[in-house]
């Protein structure tokens, strides 16, 4: 074999992995052109989604006979970052269709069929879980949270009103920064949407079969240790928020377990219908 011919074999074999980086470049293009978009269209209207992710603690704070619900700027440039946060958000969740997709577009090509049928499931129950953990913690979390946390403001008195005769008694009230709430709302959202992507990520490492039933069931209480430590750090000091958080997980991680003993169930049934698996093969394991 000539040098030219060791050339042509190198050059033929680099092309694959050229066409597939060229792929990956437009498809990383576009995702980001969508996030781009997304971000402009939000940050136009990002007064509108500010007032949206305000709710929790207007209702919290009127539900005590507080009117108003304002939220101060501690720092003069703190305004526009609020409108940029949101834009990022906002940015985000508008294309994640959009980006999604172009992930889908990416790796079809390389699956089979069947691999096709089992990840694309995987693909759309990823977003819905995530929003339905956003929808949890902002409907149900974040109320319970604000009103524990407005639990610690109190009246003040004047001079000479007070317990202490001539000494007054110092108010506490609520006066917000609002890149803080933001952060504090975005946080919240994000933690409980990731902790639902649980099912998810584990029933389709289950359908790989990197994990079993049998072995997360075994190490159940390893899991309660590491929910009760991921419930105090993603959360505030807030014990009514760590446990809601500590339940919720619990929970997904407890249908996780049926959802892989139901893959696996499947994977069973199916290699016994096409003869790879004999219940007296079974039986005799047993």
Same mark, same amino acid.
């Given at each position: 074999m000539?040098?030219?011919? *060791?050339? %042509?074999?190198? *050059?033929?074999?680099?092309?694959?992995?050229?066409?597939?980086?060229a792929e990956l470049r437009t498809r990383l293009i576009h995702s980001v052109i969508a996030f781009i978009i997304g971000m402009v269209i939000c940050f136009t209207v990002w007064n509108p989604i500010f007032n949206f992710l305000t709710e929790p603690l207007c209702s919290a704070m009127?539900?005590?006979?507080?009117?108003?619900?304002g939220l101060i700027l501690i720092k003069l440039q703190e305004g526009f970052f609020v409108a940029i946060s949101i834009s990022l958000l906002g940015g985000l969740v508008l294309g994640f269709p959009f980006i999604s997709y172009q992930?889908?577009?990416f790796v079809a090509p390389g699956l089979y069929k069947n691999e096709k049928g089992a990840f694309l499931p995987f693909l759309?129950?990823?977003?819905?879980?995530?929003?339905?953990g956003a929808a949890f913690a902002f409907y149900v979390v974040t109320p319970l949270a604000f009103d524990f946390f407005l639990g610690f403001q109190q009246a003040g008195t004047l001079v000479g009103e007070g317990p202490e005769g001539e000494n007054g008694?110092?108010?506490?009230?609520?006066?917000?920064?609002?890149?803080?709430?933001?952060?504090?709302t975005i946080k919240f959202i994000v933690a409980f949407g990731l902790c639902f992507?649980?099912?998810?990520?584990?029933?389709?490492?289950?359908?790989?079969?990197?994990?079993?039933?049998?072995?997360?069931?075994? @190490?159940?209480?390893?899991?309660?240790?590491?929910?009760?430590?991921?419930?105090?750090? @993603?959360?505030?000091? %807030?014990?009514?928020?760590?446990?809601?958080l500590f339940v919720v997980v619990y929970g997904l991680y407890?249908?996780?377990?049926?959802? @892989?003993?139901? @893959?696996?169930?499947?994977? *069973?049934?199916?290699?016994?219908?096409?003869?790879y698996f004999d219940d007296e093969d079974e039986e005799d394991l047993l």
């Open positions: 000539s040098a030219s011919d *060791d050339f %042509d074999e190198i *050059d033929d074999s680099s092309a694959p992995l050229i066409e597939h980086l009127a539900e005590r006979g507080q009117e108003d619900c992930l889908w577009r759309i129950s990823s977003p819905v879980m995530f929003f339905l008694i110092a108010a506490i009230a609520f006066q917000g920064s609002a890149q803080e709430y933001l952060s504090l992507q649980l099912p998810v990520l584990l029933t389709l490492m289950g359908k790989a079969g990197l994990v079993s039933s049998e072995g997360l069931g075994n @190490v159940r209480k390893y899991a309660v240790v590491a929910i009760l430590v991921l419930a105090a750090l @993603v959360t505030p000091p %807030d014990v009514i928020t760590q446990v809601i407890e249908i996780s377990i049926f959802l @892989v003993r139901r @893959v696996e169930t499947k994977r *069973d049934e199916k290699l016994r219908a096409e003869g």
